[in-house]
C-alpha cells in the first residue's frame, strides 16, 4: 500500500502492522501513484508536470526513470499497457504510453462543451472498458471509453466535491468526497449514489483512497497528512 505527504516522500506501508516499511525522496509533493508492472510504480509530480516511475525490489523503493508530460499531471492509472493521466484545471485526460507519447486525447475543446473543470482522479474498471474521472469543479464523476469518448455524467448531491475514486467491482465505484466528509458509493450501471462512510466513521475533508480486494479493506487518506484510515468493508455488487 503506497500513500503520499507533504515531504514529497512516497512510502510503503505494512498494510498488516501499519508500519512505514521504505520511503523514496520525490522532487516535490506527489499527487498520485499507481501499480504498473515488474514491480514498477509510476508517481505524478504536478509541479514538475512529469510523472516519476519507481521501483520496488521487495521491500525496498528506487527512482527510476521520469517522463515529461503535457501539463501539471495529478491523476493516473494504468491501462493494459499504457497510463491514463489527468490534469490540473480544465486540461483534460490524455492516454499515454510509457515513455510519455499521447494515444488519445479528450479536453472541453473536443468535448465541444465545458465537461471539465478540475479532473483530478481517475479509475478504470474492474474489466478495463470505462475509465471514470472525478471533477471537484463540475461536482460530477465522468464515464469514458477506452478511446476517451465520453459516455455518461453522473450527478448527485451527495457529490460536491468528489476527489479519490476507486473501482471496487463491476457495478460499484467508492467516491471520496472532501465537502460532504464522506464516502460513497456510485453504481456505474442505474447511476445511484448512496453514503457508506462519514463524520461518524471519522471521515474527515477526505481526498484519496486505495481498495484491497484480498483483504476487502478500504484505506482513505487526506492531503499533507502522514496518516492512513483504514475500513473493512463489505463489497455487496
Known amino acids: 500500500m503506497s500513500h503520499w505527504t507533504a515531504a514529497g516522500t ?6 498488516v502492522n501499519g508500519g512505514n516499511v521504505s520511503s523514496v525522496c520525490l522532487p516535490s509533493v506527489p499527487e498520485g501513484v499507481c501499480l504498473l508492472h515488474d514491480g514498477l510504480a509510476a508517481v505524478t509530480q504536478r509541479v514538475e508536470q ?25 491523476g493516473i492509472s494504468a491501462c493494459d499497457s499504457h497510463l491514463v493521466v489527468t490534469y490540473d484545471r ?26 471539465f473543470q478540475w479532473p483530478y482522479y481517475i479509475a478504470i ?31 448527485s448531491p451527495m457529490l460536491k466535491e468528489p476527489q479519490g475514486i476507486v473501482s471496487v467491482g463491476t457495478d460499484q465505484l467508492l467516491v471520496a468526497d472532501k ?25 474527515h ?12 479493506k478500504l484505506y482513505v487518506g487526506r492531503r499533507l497528512q502522514s496518516t492512513l484510515s483504514v475500513f473493512k468493508v463489505r463489497n455487496e455488487h
Open 125 to 155: 474498471s474492474s474489466s478495463g472498458d470505462d475509465i471514470f474521472v472525478s471533477d471537484s469543479g463540475t461536482r460530477t464523476v465522468i464515464q469514458m471509453d477506452r478511446t476517451l469518448r465520453i459516455t455518461r455524467t453522473f450527478t
Open 10 to 15: 512516497l512510502s510503503l506501508v505494512d498494510s
Open 205 to 216: 475533508q477526505p481526498r484519496a483512497v486505495a481498495w484491497c480486494p484480498d483483504s476487502k
Open 90 to 115: 480544465s486540461v483534460g485526460v490524455e492516454t499515454i504510453t510509457l515513455d510519455g507519447r499521447v494515444i488519445d486525447k479528450m479536453d472541453n475543446k473536443k468535448a465541444g462543451k465545458q465537461v
Open 50 to 74: 512529469q510523472i516519476q516511475f519507481i521501483r520496488v525490489d521487495g521491500d525496498t523503493l528506487s527512482l527510476d526513470k521520469s517522463i515529461k508530460v503535457n501539463g501539471p499531471v495529478i
Open 179 to 203: 465537502e460532504c466528509n464522506s464516502i460513497v458509493d456510485l453504481n456505474p450501471t442505474n447511476g445511484n449514489v448512496t453514503p457508506l462512510l462519514g463524520q461518524a466513521n471519522g471521515i
